[in-house]
């Protein structure tokens, strides 16, 4: 079945960017996501791309997809203190709308 | 975006008893589903659920342990039937955000323990 892979942990200093990884092995998946998960909180759309972009631009946020090598990333730019939180990666499976998840990534930003 | 709410928040339950969890979306959703955080963990699908046909579970889960009602557009149940520890997870209500496949919101979960 589909696999999402995604580094455990990142830490950043206040200001930098950060990058948050995630690799997956269905090549037809139409809609990858990352959703952001506060500490006792839901899970917050932050963005998705459609796999037929190669990238996505939001604000702060930009989305590369490496659909040849099976590769999502999501950078913060600017990254603030409120933007520590668990980041899942997630990929559309099975024709509709089913998504599989990462492990999640936990980024921790500090002054 | 669906604004999606559950009930209850969170509940701590006793080994063998059965939780049903309530999600009400504010407008009219064709595909529901239903997730599993297990603590530390990510998510993981129980079911879709549809309104007017059966839930479709996943791959170790069952309807005798998770039954699942969509009785209209708007809402759904999930119950956890017959509780044992291994149980404590939050589960999160999800929809597809109607006329677009290209959006998933999530509601704010349900944080079950059980003792």
């Known amino acids: 079945g589909e696999d999402v892979e995604q580094s455990l942990f990142l830490s950043v200093r206040e200001g930098d960017s950060s990058v948050i990884n995630c690799t997956y092995t269905?090549?037809?998946?139409?809609?990858l996501y990352w959703y952001k998960q506060e500490p006792g909180a839901g899970l917050q759309l932050l963005t998705y791309?459609?796999?037929?972009?190669d990238m996505k631009q939001d604000q702060r946020l930009t989305v590369l997809l490496n659909k040849k090598d099976k590769h999502l990333s999501l950078r913060i730019a600017d990254t603030q203190t409120g933007d520590s939180a668990i980041y899942f990666c997630?990929?559309?499976?099975?024709?509709?709308?089913?998504?599989?998840f990462g492990a999640g990534t936990r980024l921790a930003v500090h002054p | 975006s669906a604004v999606i709410s559950q009930k209850p928040s969170r509940d701590i339950c006793q080994r063998g008893t059965s939780l049903t969890i309530q999600c009400q979306v504010d407008?009219?959703?064709?595909?529901m589903f239903w997730y599993r955080q297990q603590p530390g963990q990510s998510l993981t699908l129980i079911a879709t659920?549809?309104?007017?046909?059966?839930?479709?579970?996943e791959s170790g889960f069952v309807i005798d342990k998770f039954p699942i009602s969509r009785p209209n557009l708007t809402f759904s149940t999930l119950t956890v039937s017959n509780m044992s520890p291994e149980d404590s997870s939050i589960y999160l209500c999800?929809?597809?955000?109607?006329?677009?496949?290209?959006?998933?919101?999530f509601g704010p979960g349900t944080r079950l323990t059980v003792l």
């Open positions: 791309i459609f796999s037929n972009m």
């Open positions: 269905d090549s037809s998946s139409t809609y």
């Open positions: 407008s009219q959703v064709t595909m």
């Open positions: 659920a549809n309104q007017g046909s059966e839930a479709t579970y």
């Open positions: 999800s929809v597809e955000s109607s006329g677009r496949v290209d959006e998933q919101f």
């Open positions: 997630a990929v559309q499976s099975g024709g509709y709308n089913k998504l599989i």
